[in-house]
């Protein structure tokens, strides 16, 4: 089954930028979709097609996309994106099965 | 305003069949660039893609549960059905129903906007 792969954990200080990346065999052919999870809710999209975000999710929220690696980038982070962050996309196969990463625990403090 | 809800047991027993259903609205099933999927998420762990189901009756299924899983569609009704057989205690989860959105051109994939709340499934020891 397809994999993405995603750091488990990724720390920073109020008002730094965070990175998260997340690699996968397909993603240069295969859009790239972020979803933010915070404790007991359930996921919000926070950037689709690579790069686009959602009407409502602040500006500081990016993201890119480059051969086999995407990145959500979180510009001036707060503690209030405290959160987990699951990258998805779909396997290269034709019938475009899913798959998430396996979660990146930011912590801002 | 799109919603999705999930409905189903709380508690399934070893080797029973799970049967949930996602009511939709907001959208159309019968939306050539929409689809449902599912998605499941055990106690403190990452989310795990299961399956999705498309307008045209297109399905996907996860390759380590594909024996187990059936899903299935009532336009009329707004409501995508999940069902995994021979249930374990390691299939305890959240189970999530999501709208996915097909991308143009299709060959770029696809991915999940709104999600439901969710419900808890739970399979005792």
């Known amino acids: 089954s397809y994999e993405l792969t995603q750091p488990p954990s990724v720390s920073v200080s109020p008002g730094q930028t965070a990175r998260i990346t997340c690699s996968g065999d397909?993603?240069?052919?295969?859009?790239t979709y972020w979803y933010q999870q915070t404790s007991g809710q359930a996921p919000v999209l926070v950037i689709y097609?690579?790069?686009k975000r959602p009407s409502g999710i602040p500006e500081r929220f990016a993201g890119s996309s480059s051969g086999t690696m995407a990145t959500l980038t979180i510009s001036g982070a707060r503690v209030a994106d405290e959160a987990d962050y699951y990258c998805y996309s779909t396997d290269s196969s034709g019938d475009y099965s899913g798959a998430f990463g396996g979660g990146t625990r930011l912590t801002v403090l | 305003q799109v919603t999705l809800k999930e409905s189903g047991p709380v508690l399934v027993r070893p080797t029973e069949t799970l049967t949930l259903t996602c009511t939709v609205s907001?959208?159309?099933?019968?939306?050539?660039?929409?689809?449902v999927t599912w998605i499941r998420q055990p106690p403190g762990k990452a989310l795990e893609w299961l399956a999705h189901?498309?307008?045209?009756?297109?399905?996907s299924f996860s390759p380590s549960l594909r024996a187990r899983l059936t899903i299935s569609k009532d336009t009329s009704k707004s409501q995508v059905v999940l069902t995994l057989t021979n249930m374990d205690p390691v299939d305890t989860a959240t189970y999530y129903c999501?709208?996915?959105?097909?991308?143009?051109?299709?060959?770029?994939?696809?991915?999940?906007?709104?999600w439901g709340q969710g419900t808890t499934v739970t399979v005792p020891s």
């Open positions: 189901i498309f307008s045209n009756d297109e399905k």
């Open positions: 999501a709208r996915t959105i097909v991308v143009v051109p299709a060959s770029l994939g696809n991915g999940m906007d709104v």
């Open positions: 907001g959208f159309s099933l019968r939306n050539p660039r929409m689809g």
């Open positions: 097609e690579d790069n």
């Open positions: 397909a993603l240069s052919r295969r859009y």
